[in-house]
């Protein structure tokens, strides 16, 4: 083996681990979060609707799942992986359902009502754990900031709404990368590589899962569609007719009036961001950069999570890489900038809206040595050279 083949091992080798330690890390970190993080606002919502979706998970019932209109602003498709969970727990029924009502936000947690809270949560776990996994084919440096961030943390190791949909859009990412990449030899083009198409897949699934998802990645992935399918309208509406395919196939709330219930929904997420509840919040339009820079989880739970030194590393370290991921991941520093530019505009500034953009700022940081070791070998070039003309 020639001294490059060997350093190629090498790397990879490196590379393999960083990624493992960071799965390791995030897991370890996730695990704690599932076990001793209190009811939160969103799981009170998201747990009794995943019940009403589990009662009709029974023989001669599964016909009525597509009549549940509990949490009608978002897709089922997580509250039915969480109803599926808790079916799969239960012998043969779910746990017993907790008393909503003597549930409190930020109290410990009842005995009584861990069994469920724990299903949906190691649920999620599972979803976030593997999105570690998938930045670390991208990243490895990038899943382990990742791993230890702790709104991600947070928000994927509770009953939310955030792990499943991101699983799905980092592995749409994944996809397109691998089916506009160019190799050596003959090339084949996108539209005939079915990484193109299952990058389609996992962006409807992503949309089934929570509507932003769907916009910000739609955004994201639009433009290298349109670029590299040469033109090509049917590619471009073919790409566009499985994603819409997907999350209709998914979203059994929509079958029986897709229009008008997609309508509905949506338009209540326009009416709830200008609403009262939010007006009141006060949240101000750079809210997201704010929790981006300032580890609030830690504040809110104390003795949960391992650090917030992501804090001020990652938006450091994510400008400074930008550059050369803009070069080497495009895909991923349009999914940051989009992102990033979604979150200020949109009008609901909740915290977990950041699981929107944390992978990609995650993955840009990630090539913040390369920018730095380009940066300074820019910079003894110019001085070698300014050295030279003084000399001559």
Request: aromatic share 12%; with cysteine; proline share 10%.
């Amino acid at each position: 083996m020639g001294e490059l083949a060997r350093s190629r091992v090498v790397r990879r080798l490196a590379a393999v681990a960083v990624a493992a330690v960071a799965v390791a890390v995030g897991g370890w970190q996730r695990a704690r979060a599932v076990e001793r993080l209190p009811p939160d606002y969103d799981e009170l919502i998201y747990l009794p609707a995943a019940y009403r979706y589990a009662e009709r998970m029974a023989p001669g019932r599964w016909s009525e799942i597509p009549q549940v209109k509990e949490n009608p602003e978002h897709p089922p498709l997580v509250k039915l992986a969480f109803a599926a969970a808790l079916r799969s727990s239960g012998d043969p029924a779910p746990p017993p359902e907790p008393d909503w009502d003597k549930l409190k936000v930020g109290k410990p947690l009842p005995d009584a009502a861990r069994p469920p809270f724990l299903v949906a949560r190691w649920t999620s776990w599972t979803a976030g754990v593997l999105q570690l996994a998938a930045v670390g084919v991208a990243a490895p440096l990038g899943a382990l900031l990742l791993a230890v961030e702790p709104y991600h943390a947070k928000y994927t190791s509770q009953a939310y709404l955030e792990a499943i949909p991101g699983l799905f859009a980092l592995l749409a990412v994944l996809a397109l990368e691998r089916g506009i990449e160019r190799r050596a030899g003959p090339q084949r083009p996108p539209w005939r590589k079915p990484a193109f198409w299952l990058s389609a897949v996992a962006l409807g699934l992503a949309t089934a899962g929570k509507y932003p998802y769907g916009l910000v990645l739609g955004l994201t992935l639009g433009p290298f569609v349109v670029a590299h399918a040469r033109g090509r309208a049917l590619v471009w509406a073919g790409y566009a007719a499985a994603v819409v395919a997907v999350f209709v196939l998914a979203d059994p709330f929509l079958w029986p009036a897709p229009v008008q219930r997609l309508m509905d929904s949506v338009g209540f997420h326009w009416t709830y961001s200008h609403g009262e509840h939010v007006r009141k919040t006060g949240l101000p339009w750079y809210a997201s950069l704010h929790f981006l820079t300032h580890a609030e989880p830690l504040r809110w739970h104390r003795d949960v999570f391992f650090t917030g030194a992501t804090a001020w590393l990652l938006p450091a370290l994510a400008l400074i890489g930008a550059p050369v991921a803009a070069r080497r991941r495009p895909v991923w520093a349009s999914w940051a900038l989009t992102g990033m530019c979604f979150l200020f505009v949109w009008p609901t500034k909740w915290p977990q809206y950041l699981l929107l953009v944390l992978p990609a700022l995650c993955t840009c940081a990630a090539h913040a040595p390369a920018s730095v070791m380009q940066l300074s070998g820019w910079a003894r070039d110019r001085l070698r050279r300014a050295r030279d003309a003084a000399a001559g």
